[in-house]
T-cell receptor
């Protein structure tokens, strides 16, 4: 029979535009969050993290926003480039373990 | 540092055969994680070790799967017997602490026919 697989949400943006990727996390006890980037054929790669005592953190061209009230995390990429094309995952950690639980991912496509 | 090293990169095997995936974590990292990635389920944590001791194996799908970490520089994930539904990309990752995240290997793409 037909298998039902994950349908990755896809965000398509034009080169140079800003991208916003969203993530809803599951557990209000989670207190540490990470965004990962996964390019085709490679393992996930750390981009930026944020602790629950913060609501915003900035890196180079990337910003993570955390809204604990609605359990929502977002990744903003400024001036998106073709090299940003990848699948982006949020991951959450509950402070009493070393486990990272990954979200389902969002595919970012950058077109010229 | 060469990062987390996994072998083989690709494995094609027949149903019923034993499969062994290998991982060398980053030197000095004391936690090691095995993940499986499929289109159906995304990235699933199978098992993780801390200081070579299995801490949480609740993600291991069934008794056909086993993992070992005989020393700080080597871990294996074994599937015996393998089934077509085990086809996936298996990632190994290591860390010193969860803060700063894990470093992932390049993965082993397993195909069971």
């Amino acid at each position: 029979g037909e298998s039902v697989g994950l349908h990755l949400p896809t965000l398509s943006v034009q080169e140079g535009d800003n991208s916003i990727i969203n993530c809803a996390y599951s557990n209000s006890a989670s207190d540490y969050f990470i965004w990962y980037k996964q390019e085709s054929g490679k393992g996930p790669q750390f981009i930026i993290d944020i602790r629950s005592n913060m609501d915003k953190r900035q890196g180079q061209r990337v910003t993570v926003l955390l809204n604990k009230t609605v359990k929502h995390l977002s990744l903003q990429i400024a001036a998106t480039q073709p090299g940003d094309s990848a699948v982006y995952f949020c991951a959450e950690n509950r402070g009493n373990t070393d486990k990272l639980i990954f979200g389902t991912g969002t595919r970012l496509q950058v077109f010229p | 540092d060469a990062g987390v090293i996994q072998s083989p990169r690709h494995e094609v095997t027949e149903m019923g055969q034993e499969v062994t995936l290998r991982c060398k974590p980053i030197s000095g990292h004391n936690s090691l994680f095995w993940y499986r990635q499929t289109m159906m389920r995304g990235l699933e944590l199978l098992i993780y070790f801390n200081n070579n001791v299995p801490i949480d194996d609740s993600g291991m799908p069934e008794d056909r799967f086993s993992a070992k970490m005989p020393n700080a520089s080597f871990s294996t994930l074994k599937i015996q017997p393998s089934e077509p539904r085990d086809s996936a990309v298996y990632f190994c990752a290591s860390s010193l602490t969860v803060l700063g995240g894990y470093t992932f290997g390049s993965g082993t793409r397993l195909t069971v026919v």
